[in-house]
């Protein structure tokens, strides 16, 4: 269970985190979450996208894929948790 809590932390996080960086300046480095901001709003395109990746969650933590999971979480840290809140450092 700690494994889908930790990739829904990691989506509001990042959520929260590219709101940020957006207001900072900082452009979407995501072609699809760049396209769901452009499409539908910072807001709804980032709700929409994020809903999206928590039922991916959802799916392989009900169909047991734990492994890939952590490994998507593990990846997810390094490619946008960090990348963002190095962006967000440097842009004070």
Do not use: H
Request: proline fraction near 2%; hydrophobic fraction near 60%; charged fraction near 15%.
């Amino acid at each position: 269970m700690w494994v889908l809590a930790a990739f829904i932390l990691i989506q509001v996080i990042d959520g929260m985190l590219t709101t940020i960086g957006l207001s900072r300046g900082i452009g979407e480095g995501n072609p699809l979450v760049a396209l769901y901001i452009k499409e539908y709003g910072s807001f709804w395109g980032l709700l929409l996208i994020k809903g999206l990746a928590i039922l991916l969650g959802c799916y392989l933590y009900e169909k047991k894929r734990l492994r890939t999971l952590k490994i998507i979480l593990v990846i997810y840290i390094f490619i946008a948790i960090v990348p963002w809140v190095w962006s967000i450092l440097l842009t004070k």
